[in-house]
């Protein structure tokens, strides 16, 4: 089945600053990549998103790059803010299966 | 609209003990998801519907899990009997079409076996 390796585990950047959160998947069928922010004690929420025919795909401050021949995908936050703090989940999907990373937990200092 | 409804939000249990969770996914959503999420993990899925049909349960441990989509509406996921390791987050998620695409996640129950 699909494994679904993501790092950093935790990331600690200033406000204002870049965040990057890698992925990578080993099956090639994997063909639907969305990323999650779960603040705590709340349910998961669809922050982006990008299927295996795209590049990458960008919205306002959030971007995410999928490299299908190397099997590896990356979220962007741009100009990080306070409210960005959560952990990040990226997932990896089938028709029929959903394989989730072990999360990052971002912390933005102001 | 409104979004996916899930009860009981917290329940405690003994070990051995049965327990069921009951999810109302938002209207006209046909995939229905289960998902189980120990914490500082990612969800782990466990059971996918289309409608009331089964799609995928390969992660569901059978032998003390079920679940059922009756009337392809709304679900219930079931632990009988409980362990300690079934401590965790239950999630249901929906989306509107076959497979995977955006999924609404509900708020959770969060279950823990003593």
């Known amino acids: 089945g699909e494994n679904v390796e993501q790092h950093p585990s935790t990331l600690s950047v200033q406000e204002g600053d870049s965040a990057v959160i890698k992925c990578t998947y080993s099956?090639?069928?994997?063909?639907?990549f969305p990323w999650y922010k779960q603040e705590l004690g709340k349910r998961p929420q669809l922050i982006i998103d990008?299927?295996?025919?795209?590049g990458e795909k960008k919205d306002q401050r959030i971007a995410v790059t999928l490299n299908k021949t190397a099997k590896h995908f990356s979220l962007h936050i741009t100009e990080t803010q306070p409210e960005d703090s959560a952990v990040y989940f990226c997932?990896?999907?089938?028709?029929?299966?959903?394989?989730f990373g072990a999360g990052t937990r971002l912390t933005v200092k102001p | 609209e409104a979004g996916v409804a899930q009860s009981p939000r917290y329940k405690i249990i003994e070990k051995r003990q049965s327990v069921a969770f009951w999810c109302n996914p938002i209207?006209?959503?046909?995939?229905l998801y289960w998902y189980q999420q120990i914490l500082g993990q990612g969800p782990k899925l466990l059971i996918q519907?289309?409608?009331?049909?089964?799609?995928?349960d390969s992660q569901l441990p059978k032998d003390r899990f079920s679940a059922e989509r009756l009337k392809g509406v709304d679900s219930t996921l079931k632990i009988q009997p409980a362990k300690l390791e079934d401590s965790a987050v239950y999630l249901c998620?929906?989306?509107?079409?076959?497979?995977?695409?955006?999924?609404?996640f509900g708020p959770g129950t969060r279950l823990t076996v003593t």
């Open positions: 998620a929906s989306s509107l079409g076959r497979g995977f695409g955006e999924q609404y």
């Open positions: 099956d090639s069928a994997s063909n639907y």
């Open positions: 990008i299927r295996s025919n795209v």
């Open positions: 997932a990896a999907s089938q028709p029929r299966d959903m394989r």
């Open positions: 209207s006209g959503h046909a995939t």
């Open positions: 519907f289309q409608n009331n049909g089964v799609v995928d």
